[in-house]
Every structure is written in C-alpha cells, then in structure tokens.
C-alpha cells in the first residue's frame, strides 16, 4: 500500500484527519544510525510527543521553540507582557465525573486532539494543555471546560 493510500484510508476511518490529505509529505533521508529511533517516533501520539519534547527540554536544558530575532525597540513590551502576566498556561487538573463531557471540550479546545488522545490526556491529569496562550483566552478554555465539569488552573 502507498503512503497515499494509507492517508487516503485514514482520512476515512477518522474524520478528524480529514485535514492530513491535502498536507503533502516530505520525503527526508533518514541516516541508518537514527532509523530504529525514528521509526518508533513515527509510532508516539501527538499526546506522546508532546511529553517526550518537554522530558528532552528539561533533561538537556533547551528548548525546542524557534530561536527569535528580537528588534531594539521588542525587548519593553515582551517585558511587560510578561509582567502582566499575559502569556499563561492551562493545566487540566481533573477530569471530573463527566469524563466524556470533558473529553468533547478538550477535543472542541484542542481540534488536532484525536479521541484517545484526549482520553489519555484527561486520564493523566494533572497535565498542561495548553502553554503560552494570551490571557482571555486562558479564560475561555477554562470555562469550556470547567462547564462539563472539569478541574482547570492557570498559571
């Protein structure tokens, strides 16, 4: 089966995915001493991903953001976005009683979530979920789900 069939085939099993069929792949030559490490990469969830990105930052003390050119005049209002407290984190906390409720909010929050994936996620909770997102925002998530019933902070 080709890789076309493949995307073709789970676009129709998953309507979530619909969106991948257009997305082309980039065929990239993978060094012999990094195929079984990224061959069991191409196999993590999103979800996983996401975890094993912030284990490499904090155990390596770096981070995966693009590096930024700051122009002389950016420099005061990142600090007084900061200060403001602009920028925050959503941490789901809990998943509450009405798990499938939170599950379909955190799907409607976070649309390139998957079903399991947001499952796994509202099970490992504590968990972030969303980082560096303006301030109303925040709020608005966290109402989303706080409605059906989940245990939101913002830090």
Do not use: C, H, Y
Request: proline share 4%; net charge negative; hydrophobic share 40%.
């Amino acid at each position: 089966m080709t890789k076309e069939e493949k995307k073709d085939e789970a676009t129709a099993t998953d309507p979530s995915r619909q969106g991948e069929a257009e997305v082309e792949e980039k065929e990239v030559e993978v060094p012999k001493k990094f195929k079984d490490l990224v061959s069991e990469i191409e196999k993590m969830s999103v979800l996983e991903l996401s975890e094993l990105v912030k284990v490499l930052e904090d155990k390596f003390g770096v981070s995966s953001a693009a590096p930024m050119v700051m122009a002389g005049g950016a420099a005061p209002a990142a600090e007084a976005e900061a200060e403001e407290g602009g920028l925050l984190s959503v941490e789901l906390t809990g998943g509450g009683d009405n798990k499938i409720g939170v599950i379909k909010a955190l799907r409607e929050v976070l649309p390139e979530l998957g079903l399991k994936d947001a499952k796994d996620l509202t099970e490992a909770a504590p968990k972030v979920i969303k980082e560096g997102v303006e301030k109303a925002e925040a709020e608005e998530i966290k109402k989303k789900l706080e409605e059906v019933g989940a245990k939101v902070t913002l830090k």
